[in-house]
Nanobody, 125 residues
Framework: VQLQASGGGLVQAGGSLRLSCAAS????????MGWFRQSPGKEREFVAA????????NYGESAKGRFTISRDNANDMVCLIMNYLKPEDTAVYYC???????????????????WGQGTLVTVSS
């Protein structure tokens, strides 16, 4: 699966952004999808994940209540809507794909087989 993330940019604290990740190359609907982020000097952090069907989602603590993950299997796309952004949300955001069947491990980077190139989100105070 090839993944292309987009939608990052500069936003003021309290604002919103919508990240998109376009998939190609394999059957998108066979994969659970996740979003991670990484700030300089920090480990890659789990943000959100969604099952292959879109029926179940899970969020990291930093994302709960503010971010929403969704997917469109007809168009091979997964999105992350981020509201009430904070300066500490500043990071490079990555989308990733994992084969079905490992939902309990979706917060771990090693679960994912494919990664996009990342899109930078900068939140100013």
């Amino acid at each position: 699966v090839q993944l292309q993330a987009s939608g990052g940019g500069l936003v003021q604290a309290g604002g919103s952004l919508r990240l998109s990740c376009a998939a190609s190359g394999r059957t998108f609907s066979n994969y659970n999808m996740g979003w991670f982020r990484q700030s300089p000097g920090k480990e890659r952090e789990f943000v959100a994940a969604i099952t292959s069907s879109g029926g179940t989602s899970n969020y990291g603590e930093s994302a709960k209540g503010r971010f929403t993950i969704s997917r469109d299997n007809a168009n091979d796309m997964v999105c992350l809507i981020m509201n009430y952004l904070k300066p500490e949300d500043t990071a490079v955001y990555y989308c990733a794909a994992a084969r079905e069947g490992r939902w309990s491990l979706m917060a771990k980077t090693e679960t994912y087989s494919y990664w996009g190139q990342g899109t930078l989100v900068t939140v100013s105070s």
